[in-house]
C-alpha cells in the first residue's frame, strides 16, 4: 500500500471532528478556487510535459512559500485506481479528476484540511476544510494561503472579469463555497423537496455527499453557491452564510416537533437503525449510510450517552467500497465489501460503547 495512502488511513480526518459551530447539522465546511498560471495553457489544452511542468511549478511554490508546512504527494500517474477511489471517498479529489489521465497531481496537508489537485479543469484546485459552520475561517485559511502562493504563482487575471478558468461558471473569484448538512429532521417530515427548491430559487446548489451528479445518500446534502462572477468572495460567503443559518434552524425546529409530536416514531426509527448496525451481518452502502443517518440524529438528541459521534461521522467515510477494501487489505466483490461493512461497522459501535 502506498504509504502516503496508509497515513490518510491511521489519521482521522479533521473536517469530521464535530467540534465546530453548530456540528449536530453542520458536518464541515470546504471552500475552493480555481487559479490558472500566467503563460501556460489552461490543461485542457496542453500537452502532457507542460502538465508535467506545472506539477513541478505548484510544487515548488508550495515549498518555497512555506505556505503548507508539510504536504503528502499523490501522482495520479502512479496511483492506483482503488488508491484514486480513497481520495475521491475523502473528499480530497473531484470525480472528474479521479477518471483523469493526463498527468495530475494532489497536494494535500496530514491532516486533509488543504489540498490542492493540480491540472484538474485548472492549474490550481485549492481547497480547504474545517468541521462544522466555519465558513469565514476557512475562507480566511484558503486566502492567506492563497495569497503566500501568488507571490511565487502569477495567476491569470483580468481586470474587468476578475480571475480566469477554463469552465466560464468560475469566471471572477473563482470560489466554490459549501457545507455538508445532516437533515434527517426535513427528510422525515416530508419538508425536504420544498426546501431544496426553495434553495435553488435562491442561486444555490444542492448536492448529494460527493458533490455534483451523486445521490442524497445518508440524508446528507451539501449547499453550494453556483455564481463566482460580480460579487466579492465575502459577499458570496455572506450569502451563503445566511442561507445555512436558516436550513440549521429549520432543521432544529422540525425535530423537536417530531420527537413532541411523534415521538414512538422517531425512536423507532432511531432505533430500527441502531438495531441494524449493532447486529446486520449484511449492509450494503445505502443501507449503511441511512442507518447512520439516523444513529446520528439518536446521539445528537441525547438518545446515546456512550456512542462517540466522531466515530460515527467516520463511519459515514470509512464504509465505502475503496476505504473497506484498504481495510480489508485485499479486493473484495460487491457480497464481500457487505459482509466486510457490516463486521467493521458492529465492531466499531461494540468498541465505541466500551469507553
Excluded at 451539501?222 to 436558516?246: A, P, Y
Excluded at 450517552?305 to 473497506?324: G, Q, T
Aim: charged share 25%.
Amino acid at each position: 500500500m502506498n504509504d502516503d495512502i496508509k497515513t490518510l488511513l491511521n489519521n482521522r480526518v479533521s473536517w469530521l471532528a464535530d467540534c465546530g459551530p453548530d456540528e449536530d447539522i453542520a458536518i464541515s465546511s470546504r471552500i475552493r478556487l480555481a487559479r490558472n498560471v500566467i503563460g501556460a495553457p489552461f490543461p485542457g489544452n496542453a500537452k502532457p510535459e507542460q502538465l508535467r511542468e506545472m506539477m513541478r511549478t505548484v510544487e515548488s511554490a508550495v515549498a518555497k512559500s512555506g505556505s503548507v508546512p508539510s504536504v503528502l504527494k499523490f501522482d495520479l500517474a502512479e496511483c492506483s485506481e482503488l488508491d484514486k477511489q480513497v481520495l475521491f471517498e475523502r473528499r480530497l479529489i473531484s470525480r472528474d479528476f479521479q477518471e483523469k489521465t493526463d498527468p495530475g497531481e494532489l497536494l494535500v496537508s496530514h491532516d486533509e484540511s488543504f489540498g490542492i489537485m493540480i491540472n484538474e479543469e485548472d492549474h490550481l484546485r485549492m481547497q480547504a476544510l474545517r468541521s462544522g459552520l466555519q465558513l469565514k475561517e476557512v475562507w480566511n485559511d484558503l486566502d492567506r494561503i492563497d495569497d503566500q502562493l501568488s507571490r511565487y504563482l502569477p495567476y491569470v487575471f483580468d481586470q474587468d472579469l476578475g480571475f480566469l478558468t477554463s469552465c466560464p461558471t468560475n469566471v471572477g473569484t473563482g470560489i466554490r463555497a459549501s457545507v455538508m448538512l445532516h437533515l434527517p429532521g426535513l427528510v422525515l417530515a416530508k419538508q425536504i423537496g420544498a426546501v431544496t427548491q426553495g434553495v435553488s430559487k435562491l442561486g444555490l446548489a444542492v448536492r448529494g455527499i460527493f458533490g455534483e451528479g451523486t445521490q442524497n445518500l445518508g440524508n446528507l446534502f451539501q449547499v453550494s453557491n453556483q455564481s463566482t462572477l460580480g460579487e466579492s468572495e465575502e459577499k458570496i460567503i455572506e450569502q451563503l452564510q445566511s442561507v445555512i443559518t436558516q436550513l440549521i434552524n429549520h432543521e432544529k425546529n422540525t425535530r423537536r416537533v417530531l420527537l413532541e409530536n411523534n415521538q414512538a416514531a422517531l425512536l423507532n426509527h432511531v432505533g430500527r437503525a441502531y438495531g441494524t448496525l449493532r447486529h446486520a451481518y449484511i449492509l450494503n452502502t445505502e443501507e449503511a449510510l441511512e442507518s447512520l443517518s439516523a444513529l446520528r440524529l439518536g446521539v445528537d438528541m441525547g438518545m446515546f450517552a456512550s456512542i462517540d459521534i466522531h466515530m460515527v461521522n467516520e463511519l459515514f467515510i470509512i464504509i465505502n467500497p475503496a476505504h473497506l477494501q484498504k481495510y480489508a487489505g485485499r479486493e473484495l466483490d460487491t457480497a464481500e465489501r457487505d459482509v466486510f461493512r457490516a463486521t467493521l461497522v458492529r465492531e466499531r459501535l461494540k468498541s465505541s460503547e466500551k469507553k
